[in-house]
DNA sequence: GTGAAAGCGCTAACAC
DNA sequence: GTGTTAGCGCTTTCAC
């Protein structure tokens, strides 16, 4: 193992210079330098992290607390494409991604101590329930965070622009023809799911549609396929049931689908879906589900240019709403 | 910032002691250990794993070298569920992850010296090319590694049974009377596709159907739905087309299905086939294809547990292999 | 431009 | 059982 004690004995400098070197001081001469690089790339060595965390205080390492309430985690295919991107992002500003789990040696902690003992720079955290105190201590903490999926005032966040894709769908449907148009929700719990709600009962106003209670069916704040099929039979049942479904999530209006099809009816002929999210199966399941896409690599990089801004510059705490676009496939029909 | 001198002093007993407990030594007496114990907690005091690596040449830090070629990343759905599991085992074993680039500080370097400067224990790597040598670099290194989908004498190794998916896969379609079974494969290029191919042609073999040459058709060693859609058109137009297709992964045989359709034929109608991998669309898309399923489950955990145990025990070059299943679904079908 | 000295928070001999 | 001491590899005053 080669120290900088090693270069700098070899070079005929102090250790001072050579670490001056690698921290790219201005005041080394180009002769003294050039003599530095070349012994350490002779010798082969590489700077350790951790002795100079211990010293700076900045370990150029985010920590990611991945706690969605699916189970899936980092195989949910939406905060995988977010996550994906923001990574992507950090490492090009020179940031190394570490999962912050519960746990210290197995035992339990809390995430707080957890980014406190691998003294990461700032944390990035997706779809968590603000409630559970864990996370409330690491937002108050003096650690920068970003949340993804959230709005909140005392930190940094990002989210799609979900009551505007909400909007797109509705108005796609009315403008299609559909006036009965139902929602499957994802649940008052989630953050996603109250917002796209929201924006479904904003465009029902906006485009002068009755509001009917009965034509709006919640699905599991889990989005899972069971509970859009679920959703969609109540919807089914009802006397004068609608005739499209706006789903808060592409996993529910997959779901919803299944049920309209087990009716013996099908899509889009008797019923028009719209989802949300565009996951990569809704353009290959039959029909191809038309869907609200969201900006994964958008959410990724605005979320770590926000989290590397508030650790580099100051604690600016930006909500940021990324922009969502309507893709049209085959799963709704003019009436 | 609370460090275990402070609570020496609190607790009116040495850092060493301090040090002691919570390595938990056994040569402290319990009214010590109590102690300590209260006064670090109403101290708030946590430990710094900078200064504990720095010393122990431990960091509790297991590097992921996400090295896949499709530029998914992340994303890449087989990968995930085996990193999901892996992160779950290793976490409960005290170890960290932590995403390797090939960049330090923004600056292009070897995975390797990123390792090292992050003092990782050791290293997990996903389907990478081993030709790279920024990769043979790190296999011959001293780190602990262990890689999926790959067999080598140099390091630990964890891949399902390919060849016995195959078989499974081939010897089903048979069993449904076909005997005109082309392969759909995954190129010579990548592991997992030669072995499947591999595993492909001794199974026509061991049932004495004939081998023809024009029954495989390469797919992209990406996996692509694109390349499974083009090579099934190959198949499609040759004189005496296949009954069946057994394509190396889910996507290349949702491409072929595709292809299928698009000609205005159906599967399992004019055509069966079956996949590998069981991804999550799979069981969704129509029909619900019939596919080998790997168990990302076993072989995260198996990968985590060989990976821990070469870097705790003693440096075995395991190299495991998992079994795995046929899933029936809706397409095949019996002629 | 360059270097000597101190110290980041912790652990590991070793002495008591 | 407990404490003293040295030092992991690095950066940072501050003096020259």
Not at 4 to 22: C, H, L, M, N, Q
Not at 214 to 226: K, L, N, P, Q, R
Not at 290 to 309: F, K, N, P, W
């Amino acid at each position: 193992l080669i120290t900088i004690y090693d270069i700098a004995r070899e070079a005929g400098v102090s250790p001072t210079t050579v670490s001056k070197v690698f921290n790219d001081y201005s005041d080394v001469s180009a002769k003294t330098r050039k003599k530095v690089l070349d012994t350490a790339s002779k010798m082969g060595y590489f700077p350790n992290s951790s002795a100079r965390t211990l010293i700076t205080k900045r370990s150029w390492t985010l920590g990611v607390l991945f706690m969605e309430r699916t189970g899936k985690g980092i195989r949910h295919p939406f905060f995988s494409a977010v996550l994906e991107s923001f990574k992507n992002t950090a490492e090009s500003k020179g940031y190394d991604l570490m999962f912050i789990s519960q746990f210290i040696g197995g035992k339990k902690t809390s995430y707080l101590e957890h980014c406190r003992f691998r003294n990461v720079d700032g944390v990035v955290a997706v779809l968590l329930d603000l409630e559970q105190a864990n996370v409330t201590e690491l937002v108050n903490s003096d650690i920068p965070c970003v949340f993804l999926d959230y709005e909140s005032a005392q930190a940094g966040t990002v989210c799609s622009d979900n009551i505007n894709g909400s909007f797109q769908a509705v108005q796609y449907l009315h403008s299609l023809g559909h006036s009965r148009i139902a929602h499957i929700s994802g649940g008052q719990n989630s953050f996603a799911g109250a917002k796209r709600q929201l924006g479904y009962e904003l465009a029902l106003q906006k485009l002068k549609l009755p509001k009917n209670e009965d034509y709006i069916a919640a699905g599991s704040c889990f989005y899972t396929e069971e509970s859009g099929y679920r959703a969609m039979n109540q919807l089914l049942d009802l006397d004068v049931p609608p005739t499209a479904v706006f789903a808060a999530g592409d996993n529910l209006a997959i779901g919803a689908m299944q049920a309209v099809k087990d009716r013996g009816l099908s899509v889009p002929e008797h019923m028009s879906i719209v989802g949300f999210d565009d996951i990569e199966m809704s353009a290959f399941i039959t029909p191809a589900l038309t869907t609200v896409r969201q900006d994964t690599a958008a959410l990724g990089s605005r979320a770590a240019e926000i989290l590397i801004h508030s650790i580099e510059t100051v604690c600016t705490l930006e909500n940021v709403v990324v922009p969502v676009d309507l893709v049209v496939r085959n799963s709704c029909k003019a009436i």
